[in-house]
């Protein structure tokens, strides 16, 4: 079989049988396609079958990647990854004999501490824009309680821009995200969210084409990750603060918060997307009531 084909029915099963998420398929697709090319222009014939892919051929191409395109640890480290998974599920199949990439040894990556913002910057990010900003005030309000969920729930910013509009219940104060491998679970909601959240759904506009999603643009269709981006960089902008800040920066401050209020780094991975913190609580014991009391701790809006 080519190494084309071998991919395609990779990616396939990605994608049907393991339900990974597009993205993650994508990265996928990315890493290996980036292989094929290099072996198509050292060595054609192994492009043609894939089972005479050595495992010289694919540690020199990290190598060259190291040497050539001067990559990172964590770069070399999620190729060497993407390998495995590839030539594993070749082996599996049948498809190759030996698995050239059983021996290749992953580089120690070097540890970087999270970057979160401190309490005070959390409420001068949350600082809604003033009204004459040149804004519509329907899009201010969307872009406040984005900031605001991320760093009160630390959803994905691709699970933030999934959200649907049947992801919330406010009555019982979850909101439902899809995270990697589309694996559900609920994110407790505490009061400053909800408020924000009901106040966008009483200006949100009707979707185009009947557009179920929760956060529209100004088409009036689902927002893009890059949209929400953009927007935090502006609010980082806006509000004076000196230095880069993501969503996923959001997403750490969420977690370092739980943590200063004693919360469990097991309880922690769980609301960041392992599982459902209801769910797992029946069979780990976890307190769910601490959870969410450290959860309403958080406060976005002033008078809370």
């Known amino acids: 079989?080519?190494?084309?084909?071998?991919?395609?029915?990779?990616?396939?099963?990605?994608?049907?049988?393991?339900?990974?998420?597009?993205?993650?398929?994508?990265?996928?697709?990315?890493e290996l396609e980036r292989l094929e090319k290099s072996l198509a222009e050292s060595d054609p014939a192994k492009v043609r079958n894939v089972a005479k892919v050595d495992p010289f051929d694919l540690k020199d191409y990290l190598a060259r990647m190291k040497e050539d395109r001067n990559c990172k640890a964590a770069t070399i480290a999620r190729v060497i990854s993407s390998m495995r998974q590839f030539f594993g599920f070749l082996l599996a199949e049948g498809i190759i004999g030996n698995d050239p990439a059983m021996g290749l040894r992953t580089p120690k990556k070097s540890r970087k501490l999270p970057v979160y913002l401190t309490a005070t910057e959390a409420n001068r990010m949350a600082v809604p824009p003033p009204i004459d900003d040149g804004d519509d005030a329907g899009d201010q309000l969307r872009d406040e309680t984005i900031i605001s969920l991320l760093m009160l729930t630390g959803m994905r910013l691709s699970e933030l821009v999934g959200l649907d509009l049947d992801s919330l219940d406010l009555e019982n104060a979850v909101v439902k995200v899809f995270g990697k491998g589309r694996k559900e679970r609920l994110i407790p909601l505490n009061s400053s969210a909800r408020e924000l959240?009901?106040?966008?759904?009483?200006?949100?506009?009707t979707g185009k084409n009947g557009c179920r999603a929760l956060f529209l643009s100004g088409h009036r269709d689902r927002i893009t990750k890059r949209m929400v981006q953009h927007l935090v960089k502006k609010a980082v902008k806006r509000n004076g603060l000196d230095r880069r800040i993501s969503p996923h920066k959001l997403r750490h401050t969420f977690a370092t918060t739980l943590y200063a209020e004693a919360v469990e780094l097991r309880d922690i991975q769980e609301l960041l997307g392992h599982?459902?913190?209801?769910?797992?609580?029946?069979?780990?014991?976890?307190?769910?009531?601490?959870?969410?009391?450290?959860?309403?701790?958080?406060?976005?809006?002033?008078?809370?």
């Open 1 to 30: 079989m080519t190494l084309h084909d071998s991919l395609q029915k990779f990616l396939q099963q990605l994608s049907a049988e393991r339900n990974m998420a597009p993205g993650t398929v994508d990265a996928y697709r990315y």
């Open 275 to 304: 599982a459902s913190v209801v769910s797992t609580a029946v069979y780990t014991h976890t307190n769910v009531d601490k959870v969410r009391a450290a959860v309403n701790k958080l406060r976005m809006r002033d008078g809370e």
């Open 197 to 205: 959240l009901r106040d966008w759904l009483v200006v949100r506009p």
